[in-house]
């Protein structure tokens, strides 16, 4: 017997975010979402290259330094992974969002070139003007689309509800005007090398937009924004079960080091350099992996081993160099004089104390933030002693569908035995 399936109400194709066009319209949507993701990545290799060839030609680089590669290799990222997902994902704005991210990054290579000909020409050409007025405003697109739109929007492309509808439209109308007072200002000036153009769209007396008093209002308006969608992560974090809160685990992840990154003068260089790269090359490979839904599941292990190993790297530095103080000040005061035998003795207690610092830190980590699978493990100890002073087949049979139950939960277990001359099954219907 068949039963024919009725086609979506109009409602329900809105809630799925499908949409009635025609095929014509649809095959017309999917070619251009595939020569955007084509492109991407294109664009934005060529405006990186622009720019480290006009900086060198300019003198202001010699070499790529650790911190423009993670930043190029960053941002990269985003491209490589924003054009993945367009192409994959079309309808899911995150992928949309990544990509104008990247290519925003790329627009940056306008204004070295304007100011390679205001310096070797010392006069501008329409080229140079483009990128000299496009530098007055692109990095604020920038902020808005990274620290506003993407995690609002994240996994799914859309607002959690209606009732975050604000805390999209204030930070638009905010960034739309600081763009424009960007665009229109009298005098467009350098970033890297002092410069002025005059701006042939501009006002007459419009100072730049970093220096406008309005900045503030419309900052403000930034600053809700961003702290609204941080919000939206974690009431969507609250709400969501299953594969939802799965993405959102790896996108919590990847965005975790971003308090640090404020903090970067009280803090040391070794963990600011880490927290910016983890964040900038994390970040969009963690959204890919969260939207296409690659190994999602992977994510508590993940969690757990960067909780196990983290928690001892720095238990296991703050005893290294405790112990070298204190063991350099102790033979300094038998013998008077520096020796090597303080690092000797801090490295061998290191290694020695490695193995059962991580399982304490194991145990630790596994009782208090993964206490399903310390049970389940505990349980599986007690049952292996057991075994060791039962025969009964039944009363064994009993226990060990008794301890898939504690530890795997599942609605209905079987045991099945195959002696030499019989066969016999046990089985248990558990509620």
């Not at 664009?43 to 622009?50: D, K, L, P, R």
């Not at 993407?150 to 805390?167: N, T």
């Not at 229109?184 to 007396?205: A, F």
């Not at 801090?346 to 104390?353: C, E, K, M, R, Y």
Request: glycine residues 8%; positive net charge; aromatic residues 10%.
């Amino acid at each position: 017997m068949t039963t024919r399936e009725e086609p979506p109400t109009e409602s329900e194709n809105r809630a799925a975010g499908r949409s009635e066009a025609s095929p014509a319209g649809l095959r017309g949507r999917a070619l251009f979402a595939r020569v955007v993701a084509w492109l991407v990545v294109p664009i934005y290799v060529a405006g990186i290259a622009a720019i480290i060839l006009l900086e060198r030609a300019l003198r202001l680089r010699d070499q790529v330094s650790v911190e423009d590669a993670v930043l190029f290799l960053g941002f990269g990222m985003f491209a490589v992974v924003g054009a993945l997902l367009v192409a994959k994902r079309p309808a899911n704005l995150i992928g949309w969002i990544m990509s104008a991210a990247s290519l925003v990054v790329g627009v940056s290579a306008g204004e070295t070139y304007a100011a390679y000909v205001m310096t070797t020409r010392g006069r501008p050409d329409w080229l140079a003007v483009v990128g000299a007025w496009a530098n007055s405003w692109y990095w604020l697109l920038f902020l808005v689309l990274v620290f506003v739109y993407l995690p609002l929007l994240f996994p799914d492309g859309r607002l959690p509800s209606r009732r975050w509808l604000p805390v999209a439209v204030l930070p638009g109308i905010g960034l739309a005007a600081m763009v424009v007072l960007g665009a229109l200002t009298e005098t467009l000036r350098g970033q890297n090398i002092d410069y002025r153009i005059d701006n042939p769209i501009g006002i007459e007396g419009l100072a730049h937009v970093e220096d406008l008093p309005v900045l503030f209002v419309f900052g403000g308006l930034f600053v809700a924004g961003a702290i609204g969608a941080i919000v939206s992560v974690v009431v969507r974090f609250r709400r969501s079960r299953g594969t939802e809160r799965q993405q959102l685990k790896w996108f919590a992840y990847a965005a975790a080091p971003i308090p640090i990154i404020p903090l970067s003068d009280y803090v040391p260089t070794v963990i600011d350099a880490v927290a910016f790269g983890w964040v900038l090359i994390g970040l969009p490979a963690a959204i890919g992996i969260a939207v296409l839904r690659y190994r999602l599941y992977d994510i508590d292990l993940v969690i757990n081993r960067t909780l196990v190993y983290g928690a001892l790297t720095a238990v296991l530095a703050a005893l290294y160099f405790g112990g070298v103080i204190v063991l350099q000040d102790a033979f300094r005061a038998l013998t008077g004089g520096e020796t090597q035998l303080a690092v000797v003795a801090s490295t061998l207690a290191i290694a020695a104390l490695f193995g059962p610092l991580r399982r304490r830190i194991q145990e630790f980590i596994d009782r208090r933030f993964y206490r399903r699978k310390y049970d389940a493990s505990r349980t599986l100890d007690v049952f292996s002693v057991k075994l060791q002073g039962r025969t009964d087949l039944n009363t064994l049979s009993d226990d060990l569908l008794e301890v898939i139950q504690e530890t795997m939960q599942p609605a209905y277990t079987s045991l099945w035995m195959r002696p030499p001359k019989e066969e016999k099954i046990f089985s248990k219907k558990l509620p």
